[in-house]
């Protein structure tokens, strides 16, 4: 079993910036992807970025492009999203993701975090 708190939401103006964190605990090996998603109340949840972990290769929307930044630090089992030039439209609730390889069940297993909020102010 995997949880992921995430951390570092709030309010914050047109062009600031935020760094959100993502808290791992549990059995946190064999990590296929992780990323960060991010929903809107009444529409679909939808991909900011992901990282391939086999492939080491990184993903992101066009909408964040040049902006958000994903970053992870092993040692503590946390996973970054760092928000620069906010814009209205990112406004959202977000999500950390892990998809995890479980050799027991030969399978993979997606986990999230609760989410946390972020409201941009124009």
């Known amino acids: 079993q995997v949880q992921l708190v995430e951390s570092g939401g709030g309010l914050v103006q047109a062009g600031g910036s935020l760094r959100l964190s993502c808290a791992a605990s549990g059995s946190t090996y064999n990590i296929i992807t992780l990323g960060w998603h991010r929903q809107v109340p009444g529409n679909e949840r939808e991909l900011v970025v992901v990282?391939?972990?086999?492939?080491?290769?990184?993903t992101y929307a066009d909408s964040v492009k040049g902006r958000f930044t994903i970053s992870r630090d092993n040692a503590k089992n946390t996973i970054y999203l760092q928000m620069n030039s906010l814009k209205a439209e990112a406004t959202a609730v977000y999500y950390c993701n892990l998809v995890v390889w479980r050799t027991t069940r030969s399978i993979r297993y997606n986990y999230w975090g609760q989410g946390t909020q972020v409201t941009v102010s124009s």
């Open positions: 990282t391939d972990t086999s492939a080491n290769s990184t």
